[in-house]
C-alpha cells in the first residue's frame, strides 16, 4: 500500500486532568507514532499541546507541509501538528472544515463522535454504552447527545473499534451494526507504572494527599455507575464486623455528573484525595492493600490493570467488561452486592496466600495488554478504511 495521509483528533490529549478516554487517545497516537511506518498523520488540537506531549510533531499547516514536500522532494513522512482553538462545537465545526481543506486518505477519531459531514473513510473507537444502560446517572442533554452521537458515528463510520467484547455485543444489540463493521481491538495499560517499595516515596505521596498507611483504594471519576455508595457500604459492612479494623478506604478521583455527597458524607475510615497526578499513580496503586473496583459497567477498566502492573490485588465486577480485563487475576463480585463486597474485603485483608495468589497472576495478566499490540492493529483497521477510497 502507498503511503497514506492519517488525520487523528488529538483534542481530548491537552485535557489537564485526563481520565480513561482521554488517556486512551494520548497512549494510542504516541504508540502508532512510534511504529514503524511511512504514513503521514496530522493531528488536530482545539488546545495548544505542550512541548513534550508528542515531541516529534511538526508545527505546521498540513497544506503548507505537503507544499514543501513536494517542492524538495522529500519523501518523509512527518507528524504535524495543527492547533484550532475553538470553543463550542469544535468536531463538528472546526475539525470537519480542516478535515475538508486537507483531505486525509483516512479520519481517526478515538473517542466517540465523528463530524457531522466531513469527507472520505474513517475510523472511530467507541468505548462503552454505559448511558443506554445507566440513563439516569447522566444529565439530561448529555444523554440525549451521547445517543445521538454515537448512532451517528456508528453509521458514518468505515470501521468501528471497540475496546471490549462487551462493547461489541453493546453496538450489535442496540444500533444494528454489522458484526463485519467492529473491530474488537483492547487497549495497552501504561508500562510506565511498576510497584513501589521504598517507603520514603509512599510516605511522601500519603503526605500530598493526607492518606493513612494502611488502605483500600477505588480510583475513577466519582459518579453514579462507579457505585460508589456500594463501595462504601461494603467497606463500612466489613469494618464493622473487625475489632481494630485500622484499614481505611481511600476514594480517589474528581468529582463527575451527579456526584453525591451522601456517598461518603460523615464515613469514619473514607479518605476522598480528589484527582491524582500521573506522577504518584503507581505509588497510590503500590500503598494500597487492595484496588476495590466493583463498578456497575465498564467499557474496558483500566485500574485494574494499572493495580496489577503494580502488584495490588483486585476485587472488580462480575459484570460488564471486566471479567475480560481482569481473567482470572482478581476477586469477581456481584457489584450490586453489598455482601459480596464486603466479604470480599474481608477475604483480600486478611488471606495471604489468596493475596499473593492475585498478586503474581495479576502481574501475569496486565503483561497481555500492550499499546505498541493495540496500535499495530490500529493501523491496520486504519489502512482497511483507507482501500475503501484509494487503490494499493
Not at 491524582?276 to 477498566?301: K, M, N, Q
Not at 486478611?350 to 492493529?377: C, H, V
Request: aromatic share 10%.
Amino acid at each position: 500500500m502507498r503511503p497514506l495521509t492519517i488525520a487523528i483528533a488529538a483534542s481530548r490529549t491537552t485535557i489537564a486532568h485526563r481520565t480513561g478516554t482521554e488517556n486512551y487517545a494520548l497512549r494510542l497516537i504516541r504508540a502508532m507514532l512510534a511504529l514503524d511506518t511511512p504514513h503521514r498523520f496530522l493531528l488536530y488540537f482545539r488546545d495548544q499541546p505542550s512541548d513534550d506531549l508528542f515531541p516529534d510533531s511538526m508545527r505546521q499547516p498540513p497544506r503548507l507541509t505537503r507544499w514543501l514536500d513536494r517542492a524538495s522532494g522529500d519523501k518523509r513522512h512527518p507528524v504535524i501538528q495543527q492547533v484550532i482553538p475553538w470553543r463550542r462545537a469544535w468536531t463538528h465545526l472546526r475539525f470537519a472544515e480542516a478535515l475538508w481543506q486537507d483531505r486525509p486518505d483516512v479520519t481517526f477519531v478515538p473517542a466517540h463522535t465523528l463530524p457531522l459531514w466531513f469527507p472520505g473513510p474513517a475510523v472511530v473507537t467507541v468505548h462503552d454504552l454505559g448511558y443506554v444502560y445507566f440513563p439516569t446517572a447522566h444529565p439530561g442533554l448529555t444523554r440525549r447527545y451521547l445517543e445521538w452521537s454515537t448512532r451517528h458515528s456508528v453509521q458514518r463510520a468505515t470501521r468501528i473499534i471497540a475496546d471490549s467484547l462487551t462493547t461489541a455485543h453493546d453496538l450489535a444489540a442496540h444500533y444494528g451494526v454489522s458484526e463485519n463493521k467492529i473491530n474488537l481491538i483492547y487497549p495497552g495499560v501504561d508500562e510506565s507504572l511498576s510497584r513501589h517499595t521504598e517507603p520514603s516515596k509512599l510516605a511522601a505521596m500519603r503526605a500530598r494527599y493526607g492518606l493513612p498507611e494502611h488502605y483500600l483504594l477505588f480510583i475513577g471519576t466519582l459518579q453514579p455507575r462507579k457505585n460508589i455508595a456500594r463501595i462504601v457500604q461494603g467497606y463500612v459492612r466489613w469494618r464493622s464486623a473487625q475489632k481494630n479494623p485500622g484499614v481505611s478506604l481511600v476514594v480517589a478521583g474528581p468529582k463527575g455528573w451527579l456526584y453525591d455527597p451522601g456517598w461518603v458524607e460523615g464515613v469514619e475510615g473514607v479518605t476522598l484525595p480528589g484527582y491524582i497526578d500521573d506522577d504518584d499513580i503507581a505509588a497510590l496503586y503500590s500503598g494500597a492493600l487492595g484496588l476495590v473496583f466493583p463498578t456497575l459497567y465498564e467499557g474496558f477498566g483500566f485500574p485494574v490493570l494499572e493495580a496489577m502492573r503494580c502488584g495490588t490485588p483486585v476485587i472488580t465486577s462480575s459484570t460488564s467488561s471486566l471479567p475480560e480485563v481482569a481473567g482470572d487475576a482478581a476477586i469477581l463480585v456481584n457489584p450490586r452486592d453489598v455482601d459480596a463486597i464486603a466479604s470480599a474485603i474481608g477475604k483480600l485483608v486478611s488471606d495471604d496466600a489468596l493475596r499473593q495468589n492475585l498478586i503474581d497472576k495479576g502481574y501475569q495478566q496486565a503483561q497481555r495488554f500492550t499499546w505498541r499490540q493495540t496500535a499495530e492493529q490500529t493501523l491496520q483497521v486504519l489502512e482497511i478504511a483507507a482501500r475503501k477510497n484509494r487503490p494499493s
